[in-house]
């Protein structure tokens, strides 16, 4: 089982559509814990940090369930330019390893 | 614009070469990272360094030798590197480790695409 496991993908959707993203990960003591997006050719650059009460940016919502070990990411009303791949990434025990998962491409379409 | 700077922005060697990847960083953070990201893959991490010193070597083959003059510059040396290590190499800064359970994003640098004949 891999340590950080997310959605395939890729998601295909139109303009305005809410869409989500799983991940889940299997080191019980994992820390910390965020979502990057990494357009192509590019980067990762942060998109948010996710917490145990959940938090909210604008049009993205980040949940964290560690009874259940997954984190989520929600985002509403898409835009052309949240086309990307999305990175789950977790800081393992002790904070020292930082592991990615595959990520998760998304096409949003006019 | 990335706060962390990457130099070069391409580079192409042969087997036999010599040359160095390096990372700047002026936003006071002790962590510095070395990732390698191979086309359509996640990063991957090879180097951790916090204060100066390498906390994390992900098994790196020997032909990768990091460096870390201070806490702002973080270097990769590269020789006699294989057509595989062909990939795009990122350095990243956070403010410090993780521990704890703090919170520390990395700040990545736009990379250097390396292409080895």
């Known amino acids: 089982r891999k340590e950080v496991e997310q959605d395939p993908g890729p998601f295909n959707v139109p303009e305005g559509a809410t869409v989500a993203f799983n991940c889940t990960y299997s080191?019980?003591?994992?820390?910390?814990f965020f979502w990057y997006r990494q357009d192509c050719r590019k980067e990762p650059k942060l998109l948010m940090s996710v917490y145990s009460s959940g938090n909210e940016d604008g049009r993205f919502t980040a949940q964290l369930n560690r009874a259940s070990q997954y984190i989520s990411l929600l985002i509403r009303d898409s835009k052309l330019s949240d086309s990307a791949t999305y990175l789950c990434?977790?800081?393992?025990?002790?904070?020292?390893?930082?592991?990615f998962g595959a990520g998760t491409r998304l096409f949003v379409k006019a | 614009d990335t706060e962390v700077t990457q130099t070069p922005k391409h580079l192409v060697m042969g087997m036999t070469n010599k040359k160095s990847l390096k990372c700047e960083q002026h936003?006071?953070?002790?962590?510095m990272y070395w990732y390698k990201q191979k086309a359509k893959k996640p990063p991957e991490l090879m180097f951790v360094y916090s204060y100066e010193k390498l906390s994390i070597n992900e098994s790196v083959p020997s032909r990768f030798s990091p460096e870390c003059p201070n806490s702002s510059l973080l270097n990769l040396h590269l020789h006699a590197l294989q057509p595989e290590d062909s990939a795009l190499y990122l350095c990243?800064?956070?403010?410090?480790?993780?521990?704890?359970?703090?919170?520390?994003?990395?700040?990545f640098g736009d990379g250097t695409r390396l292409s080895i004949l």
């Open positions: 990243a800064s956070s403010q410090d480790l993780a521990r704890g359970g703090s919170n520390q994003p990395q700040h």
């Open positions: 936003m006071g953070h002790r962590a």
């Open positions: 990434v977790v800081n393992g025990a002790g904070g020292f390893k930082t592991i």
């Open positions: 080191n019980s003591a994992s820390q910390s």
